[in-house]
């Protein structure tokens, strides 16, 4: 491959990519031949796996520490892709967290945190990155949730936040169409990663069962879909049935089904 072929390749900027669908995503756009930088809170998971990529893939990889629930983190990963001379062609706003209990029990502190990571980082990363992928053509890739579409007992301020962020998406996607910028709101349902964990939601039925998609499937199918300029996306036929028999249950039912699904198993 000469220099000049890879100089003209394009760069994903993932956020979370450390593992589960943030690595997913990031493999699917290495495979296609897509420089990478890699980002989450500590980097040695990233660079186990950065090496095998760089010589299978043949593609650029660079891994930043940068933790975006920090008041500024989102700020300093913009810079530090600036210091760098770093241009990307798409953003991937993937990092994510919940806190699961009643909202009235949970750490305010946890939950600010939560909301700076799932609602400022995008943002404020969108924002500042936006005119690069204007002038690019590129791509906006927001993982969201099915816990976007009803209201969440036991995980409230999550499901408010995922709301959020597809709503924003939805909205951002119809004034950038014009401007050569797809952006795409992916919507998972619970999946096999470390997301239960750190939100202290292994206790919750949502994650009991074994049938439950892996980062690597998830995020293979994101991809392909921000590659496909879609905008709203749910993953998976038994989702996209839940989330339509969602648009004929009246709200005070779905908030009681959800807390009975959500409940401590």
């Known amino acids: 491959m000469t220099t000049e ?16 669908i943030g ?3 990031a493999e699917a756009a290495a495979r296609d031949g897509w420089h990478l930088v890699l980002t989450a809170r500590k980097t040695g998971d990233i660079d186990a796996f950065a090496e095998d990529w760089r010589r299978r893939y ?49 750490s305010l502190d946890e939950e600010l945190a939560m909301l700076r ?41 999550y499901y408010g936040s995922k709301a959020y962020l597809r709503s924003w998406s939805e909205g951002i996607a119809e004034e950038l169409a014009s401007r050569g910028v797809g952006v795409t709101a992916y919507c998972p349902g619970p999946v096999r990663t470390q997301f239960a964990d750190r939100a202290n939601a292994k206790r919750s039925a949502l994650f009991s069962g074994n049938h439950l998609p ?17 905008r709203l996306v749910v993953h998976g036929l038994l989702n996209k049935l839940q989330v339509f028999a969602m648009r004929f249950t009246p709200r005070t039912l779905l ?5 009975r699904v959500s409940r401590p198993a």
């Open 214 to 230: 892996d980062g690597d499937e998830v995020g293979r199918a994101a991809w392909q879909a921000c590659m496909q300029r879609r």
């Open 117 to 157: 990571l799932n609602i400022e980082a995008p943002t404020v990363l969108a924002k500042r990155f936006l005119p690069q992928l204007v002038e690019r053509g590129g791509y906006l890739l927001n993982i969201a949730s099915i816990a976007s579409f009803p209201p969440g007992p036991y995980l409230a301020a």
């Open 58 to 106: 043949g593609v650029q990889i660079t891994a930043l520490a940068q933790d975006l629930s920090l008041p500024g983190g989102a700020d300093a990963l913009f810079d530090a892709l600036q210091a760098r001379g770093i241009t990307i062609d798409c953003l991937v706003n993937n990092a994510g967290i919940g806190v699961f209990g009643e909202f009235i029990d949970t």
């Open 255 to 259: 908030a009681k089904i959800v807390r």
């Open 23 to 25: 690595k997913g995503i």
């Open 5 to 20: 072929l890879a100089s003209r390749r394009k760069t994903a900027l993932v956020t979370g990519a450390s593992g589960g």
